[in-house]
C-alpha cells in the first residue's frame, strides 16, 4: 500500500476514537485498554472472513443487484458474521476488565472493537481503491462500523450492569440487543448498497444521515448521564458532573 494512502485510510476511525474518548466525561479509559481493543477488532475481521466464506457458500444463487442478493448478502453474510465476531471479540477483551464499571464504557469498548475492525478492512479496500475510496468510505462505511460499535456498547454496558446486579434474564436479554441491533443497521446498510441503484444509493445516504444524528445524540446522552450510572454503587448519584474523576 502506498505511503500517501495510508493516512487517509486511518483517519477517520482515529478521530472518532478520539471523540468517544473524549465524550468519557467520568473517567478516561486506559489507552492500553483502549488499543487493545482496536487490536483485537482488527483481529476479529479473519474469522468473520472465514464465516462470511463459509455462509456464502449456502447462496441460493440470487442474482447481483437482486434485492434478494442484497438481503442475504447484508444480513446473513456480513451483518451477522462481522458483527457476531466483533462481540466475541469485544466480551473477550473487556468484559471482566476492572475498569469497565460504568455504561458508557460499554460505548467506549464497542466502539473501540468497530473501529479496529473497520482501519483493517479500509486499509485494504483503500490500498486497491485508491483516494477516491478512502474519501468515500471515509463518511460512509467507517462511520457505519462505529454506529454499529455505539449501539452494540450500549446494551453491552447494560449487559453488564444486569449481570452485577445478578439479574441473568435482563442480561441475555441486553445480550440479545447488542447483537440484533448492530445486524440491522449493518443490514439495512450493505442492503441498499448492493441494490446498485439510483434510488438505493439515495436512500443509503439519507440513512447514513439519520445514523449519524441518532448515534451522536445516544452518545451525548449517555455521556451526560454517566456520572450517576455506576455499577457497583448507588452512592455516586449525588456527585455533579464535574466531580468526574471520582471513580
Known sequence: MARHLLFPALLPGILIIIYIFRKDKVEHEPW?????????????????????????????????GSIEYALFTAFLVAGLCEELCKFLLLRLGSWKNRNFDYRFDGIVYGVAVAVGFALLENVMYVAQGGLETALMRGVLAVPLHAFCGVFMGIFYGAAKKNSIMGQRGKMRGSIFMALIVPIIIHGIYDTLAFMQTEAASLLLLAFVVFMYIIAIKYVKKFSREDWKASFYTDTLSDLPLDGKNQR
Open 32 to 64: 492500553s485498554l483502549i488499543i487493545r481493543l482496536l487490536v483485537l477488532g482488527a483481529a476479529s475481521c479473519f474469522p468473520a472472513m472465514l464465516l462470511e466464506t463459509f455462509i456464502s457458500s449456502a447462496d441460493p444463487g440470487y442474482p447481483e
